[in-house]
C-alpha cells in the first residue's frame, strides 16, 4: 500500500481535526474523478513506522483516514442532497421534539386564548340585519300627452324634450346614504317596545358598544371635556337646519349620520336590477321597522320627484283653468245682460253688439274648454308617473344575530395564542438571546 500525500481536514469527520492520506493505485477509475491521479501506482510505502512519522510530524490531530478512492462529481453531488435531505429531515423532527417538550405551555396557551376568545365573544353586542329586495319599474319615457297639448294651447310649438329622467333604480344606494334622506329618517319614531317609541337618533345613543370601545375613547373624552371648559361651542343646531340651501349639523349629529351611513345601505344588482335595502341594529324587531320605513321613504322620494313636474304643470293649469272659466262667465253674463236690455229693440248697431259679444263668449267657452281637456289630461298624467314598486322580499324581523360567529372569536384567539408561544419558544427566545449577546 502506498501514500502519495497528506491534508489536515476539518470536514471528514465532524468535531474532529483530522489527518487525511490518500492511498495511490484506485482500481475503480471513476469518470470525472476529481483525483484521477490515485489510480496509478505511485508514492511511498505506507508502513507502520511511515504512520507514526506522519503522526509525529503533524501534532495536534485528533483522527486519521485513509482516502481510498476519489468520487465522481455525481455522487458529490448525490452525497450533497442527500445530506441535504437528513439536516431537513433532522430540523423538522427537532422541531417537532421541541413542540412535544413545550406542549404544557401550549396547553396553557389554549387555556388563555379560550378565556380571551370568551371575553370578546361576549363583549361584542348582538348584531341583527334585515334586508328587503323590491324591483322598481320606472315607467315610461315622457313624450307628448300634456307636453304636446301646453304647446299646442301657449302657441310656442316647443316642445319639453324627451323627458329623460335624471332618477332611476341605479341611484338608490346614493339616496339612502344622502344626508337629507338620512336627516329625515332620524326624525321618524321607531317602536322600542308595546308602550314606547322615541326617534331613532334617540335609539341610536341607547345601543351598547363593546367595552374597548370605551377604553379608547377615553382619552379623547377627557380631552374633549378639558377642552369645553376653556371654549363655547354652539351645539343648538337642530337636525335639518338649513341656511341658504345647506345644512349644518353639530358633531354630535354628524356622527350619528355617519353611524346611519354603515347600519343601513342599498345595493343594487347591475344584471336583474333588484334593489336589496339592508339595515343591521341591535335590536331585531326595530332593525325590521326600519327598514320597511326605508324602503317606503325611498319609494316617497322616487316618487315625488318623478310626479314634481306633472304635479307643477298640473297645478299651472289649475290656476289657467280658473282663470279662464272666470272669463267666460264674465263673458257670458255681459251677453246675457246685453240681450236683456235690447230684447225687442231692432237696430243693426244692436245687433251688431249682439253678434261680437256672442263671439267673445264662444271664444272664452273654448278657450275655457281647452283648458279644462288639458287639466284633465294633466291629472292623469300625476298617477302615470309614479313609479310601481314590487316587493320581492318583505321586512322580516330575524330570529339569528347576523355577522361573525362568537364561536369562530374562541377559535381564533386559540389559535392565535398557540402560534405565538410556538413562535416564541421557536424563534423568539434565541433571537432576544442573540441580540442581549450583541448589546453585551
Known amino acids: 500500500m502506498k501514500y502519495v500525500d497528506t491534508k489536515i481536514v476539518f470536514q471528514e469527520l465532524p468535531n474532529e481535526i483530522t489527518l487525511a492520506i490518500n492511498i495511490s493505485g484506485c482500481p475503480c477509475a471513476c469518470i470525472g474523478c476529481h483525483s484521477s491521479y490515485l489510480s496509478q501506482d505511485i508514492g511511498e510505502s505506507l508502513t507502520k513506522e511511515a504512520l507514526q512519522q506522519l503522526i509525529r510530524k503533524n501534532k495536534g490531530i485528533t483522527a486519521y483516514i485513509t482516502m481510498i478512492e476519489g468520487e465522481s462529481e455525481k455522487e458529490v453531488k448525490q452525497g450533497k442532497n442527500n445530506h441535504l435531505g437528513d439536516e431537513i429531515e433532522i430540523d423538522l423532527m427537532d422541531i417537532l421534539r421541541k413542540i412535544i417538550a413545550i406542549r404544557k405551555t401550549i396547553y396553557k396557551a389554549v387555556g388563555i386564548g379560550l378565556v380571551i376568545g370568551i371575553i370578546i365573544a361576549l363583549s361584542i353586542p348582538k348584531q341583527y340585519t334585515v334586508k328587503v329586495t323590491l324591483s322598481p319599474e ?150 325590521a321597522v326600519v327598514a320597511d320605513s326605508v324602503v317606503k321613504k325611498l319609494q316617497e322620494y322616487i316618487i315625488d320627484y318623478r310626479t314634481f313636474k306633472a304635479k307643477e304643470d298640473c297645478l299651472y293649469l289649475e290656476k289657467l283653468f280658473k282663470e279662464r272659466q272666470q272669463e267666460y262667465y264674465v263673458a257670458q253674463k ?106 453585551a
Open 138 to 287: 320606472m315607467g315610461a319615457s315622457k313624450e307628448g300627452g300634456l307636453s304636446g297639448l301646453a304647446a299646442s294651447f301657449l302657441g310656442s310649438g316647443v316642445t319639453m324634450g324627451d323627458g329623460t329622467d335624471a332618477l332611476n333604480a341605479s341611484l338608490s344606494p346614493d339616496i339612502v346614504s344622502s344626508t337629507p334622506f338620512l336627516l329625515e329618517l332620524s326624525t321618524m319614531r321607531i317602536p322600542v317596545s308595546k308602550d314606547e317609541s322615541m326617534a331613532l337618533n334617540t335609539y341610536l345613543d341607547e345601543e351598547s358598544s363593546p367595552w374597548w370601545s370605551y377604553v379608547i375613547g377615553f382619552p379623547s373624552m377627557v380631552l374633549g371635556g378639558v377642552k369645553s371648559l376653556f371654549t363655547e361651542e354652539d351645539e343648538s343646531i337642530s337636525f335639518g337646519k338649513a341656511n341658504q340651501g345647506t345644512i349644518e349639523l353639530s358633531k354630535m349629529e354628524s356622527m350619528k349620520i355617519e353611524i346611519l351611513k354603515k347600519m343601513i345601505t342599498a345595493s343594487v344588482d347591475k344584471k336583474t336590477s333588484m334593489t336589496t335595502v339592508a339595515v343591521t341594529l341591535q335590536n331585531p324587531r326595530v332593525a
Open 334 to 439: 255681459k251677453y246675457a245682460d246685453y240681450m236683456d236690455s235690447h230684447d225687442n229693440i231692432i237696430l243693426q248697431s244692436v245687433r251688431a253688439e249682439q253678434e261680437r259679444l256672442q263671439n267673445d263668449m264662444s271664444l272664452a267657452y273654448q278657450v275655457y274648454s281647452q283648458v279644462a281637456s288639458q287639466l284633465q289630461v294633466a291629472r292623469a298624467k300625476v298617477q302615470e308617473e309614479k313609479p310601481v314598486f314590487a316587493v320581492v322580499e318583505p321586512a322580516v324581523v330575524p330570529l339569528n344575530p347576523s355577522g361573525t360567529s362568537k364561536k369562530i372569536y374562541i377559535l381564533a384567539f386559540i389559535f392565535l395564542s398557540v402560534c405565538i408561544v410556538i413562535f416564541w419558544k421557536l424563534f423568539g427566545e434565541n433571537i432576544l438571546n442573540k441580540f442581549k449577546e450583541i448589546q
